[in-house]
């Protein structure tokens, strides 16, 4: 049985630019963020390029607000400016968020995303349901933990897992980057540059670069620059680089990043599902 292939994507901080006001830069993260968990994206890579780090503020701040379950929000994120608008966000309803939170339907083995609190000195595991569960980790108060159910209702237990321990797909991470360079010249694995400069996405391109036991990354370029543009002479200092077009034959004069980033992971995930069948 194939592996499945495992992707992150690379996407600037000058993301936001095409957008005059604060909402429509805020309804624009909520699609980017959508078209991410849709696909299993990993993990959401925000490189610095251009000189609005409010945008970028803005966009990773978002980005981990989304991902973040409904629950622990109010405890993780304060209120900020950043999340004015969070009202115009569309919910993500992944398997991390999709919990109940009625105690008595939680089994072993159950997965929750949780918060350390404590409570008289004891420290206990917030997971969104009617009771605090004991914890006798070594995180530190006010940290975000991932959980799993060692016994049923009424006398939990929990352990600490890692997100790579848990089976199915529960959420991006966002990170920062300095610079797109150091990023893709660090980068152990596949990176498919997406650009019109490109060859045509085919079956056979596809085939020829896409592993399965490699992680891939995906590179976006900016609304005003494309990928080669933003690395200048650098470009060919790139290894284990493929650039291609996933949207030949455009009638448009640009495809917006939001477009990109949902129409290329479609064909990316129609491909593999063919590949794997």
Request: a positive charge.
């Amino acid at each position: 049985m194939s592996n499945i292939l495992k992707l992150s994507v690379a996407i600037p901080e000058s993301s936001l630019s095409d957008e005059s006001t604060k909402m429509d830069k805020t309804r624009k993260i909520s699609v980017l963020a959508r078209a991410c968990a849709i696909f299993k994206v990993d993990t959401i890579y925000v490189y610095q390029e251009g000189a609005n780090r409010e945008d970028g503020n803005l966009l990773v701040t978002i980005l981990k607000y989304l991902e973040t379950p409904q629950f622990l929000r109010k405890r993780l994120f304060p209120k900020m400016n950043e999340l004015k608008f969070a009202g115009v966000l569309q919910p993500l309803k992944i398997p991390s968020h999709v919990t109940p939170a009625n105690s008595k339907k939680i089994k072993k083995g159950d997965i929750r995303e949780g918060i350390m609190v404590s409570v008289k000195g004891k420290r206990f595991v917030d997971v969104g349901i009617n009771q605090l569960v004991p914890y006798f980790g070594k995180e530190n108060v006010g940290k975000r933990v991932t959980v799993q159910f060692k016994t049923d209702y009424p006398d939990f237990a929990v352990k600490e897992i890692q997100r790579d321990e848990v089976p199915n797909y529960w959420g991006y991470s966002v990170k920062e980057r300095s610079n797109l360079f150091s990023l893709m010249t660090e980068w152990r694995g596949n990176i498919i540059i997406t650009s019109r400069k490109g060859k045509t996405a085919t079956k056979e391109q596809l085939t020829k670069y896409l592993k399965s036991d490699l992680h891939t990354l995906l590179v976006f370029g900016s609304p005003s620059k494309e990928v080669q543009e933003i690395l200048g002479g650098k470009m060919k200092n790139v290894q284990n680089a493929k650039t291609i077009n996933f949207f030949p034959n455009q009638a448009t004069e640009t495809v917006r990043l939001e477009e990109a980033l949902l129409g290329t992971l479609s064909i990316i995930n129609a491909y593999t599902i063919g590949q794997n069948s």
